[in-house]
């Protein structure tokens, strides 16, 4: 009896209305359609009939590759402008005390010296000349200057100094002892029949770069001083006698 029911009712629900005699498939909601046989069919309901849209959705998280390494460090960028310069810093602390120097030499004592000569005679130009001298017999560290015949004080203190010169018989004698360009002392000698040796000798307060020399007169009248290659006449000498640095 329930056999019979449900046979029934299945065949009931096989052919629902299409028209008796005609096969009737299976059909997914899916499948194309056949066309409608037939103008005026009404449309399919709303979302039954149509190829429904596909929306593309990419995730990005999924998409996006791992962390990549670490570049190449970049070139340093230009240096930027000078700032304001800082505050003056505090003081520094106070240094160690040094140590104690040598002892110095009781006996050191300042020295300048010098003894030259000139074996050549000399005649009076139209301008002062100074004496030359050509020959060295003590020159201590160079303070007489042998191109120009001049003694440059490079210590302090009171010279001694003395010039000899031998005259020319029958011309006049007419030399000054300089300092710098001051005279300060002559050795005169009128002319005569009869040549002599004549000296003169002074001491100086010298100040360093101070100049002592001996010049000869310009010629207002022939003067001249002798000498010859055989014997030596004329020498000029001076030496430190007390430095002004020194102690008593
Ligand atoms: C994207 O993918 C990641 C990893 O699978 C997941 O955690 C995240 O929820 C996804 N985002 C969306 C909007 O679906
Ligand atoms: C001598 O001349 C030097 C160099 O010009 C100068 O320094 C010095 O003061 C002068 N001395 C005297 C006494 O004029």
């Not at 440059?152 to 011309?171: A, E």
């Not at 005569?192 to 000869?216: A, N, T």
């Not at 207002?220 to 020194?246: C, H, P």
Request: glycine residues 10%; contains cysteine.
């Amino acid at each position: 009896m329930l056999g019979v029911l449900t046979l029934l009712s299945l065949s009931s629900l096989v052919a629902p209305g299409p028209p008796k005699g005609r096969l009737v498939l299976c059909r997914h909601c899916c499948d194309d359609l056949e066309p409608a046989e037939g103008s005026g069919a009404p449309p399919p309901p709303a979302g039954f009939n149509l190829v429904p849209e596909v929306h593309t959705y990419i995730n990005m998280t999924i998409l996006k590759g791992d962390k990549g390494e670490r570049g190449d460090r970049g070139t340093p960028g230009k240096a930027g402008q000078e700032g304001p310069s800082g505050s003056r810093g505090l003081t520094g602390s106070k240094g160690s005390k040094g140590q104690a120097g040598h002892p110095g030499d009781p006996c050191k004592v300042q020295y300048s010296a010098f003894s030259v000569g000139r074996r050549k005679s000399l005649h009076s130009l139209e301008s002062y000349q100074a004496l030359v001298f050509d020959t060295v017999f003590v020159n201590l560290d160079d303070h007489f200057n042998m191109f120009d015949g001049k003694f440059l004080c490079r210590v302090p203190g009171i010279y001694f100094f003395n010039v000899n010169i031998h005259t020319w018989n029958f011309k006049e004698t007419y030399l000054h002892i300089m300092h710098n360009d001051t005279e300060q002392a002559i050795v005169y000698a009128q002319p005569g029949d009869r040549s002599i040796m004549q000296s003169q000798s002074l001491m100086l307060q010298l100040e360093p770069k101070d100049e002592v020399w001996i010049r000869l007169y310009k010629r207002e009248r022939e003067n001249a001083i002798y000498s010859d290659d055989v014997d030596l006449y004329i020498t000029f000498n001076g030496y430190l006698i007390k430095g002004s640095q020194e102690g008593n």
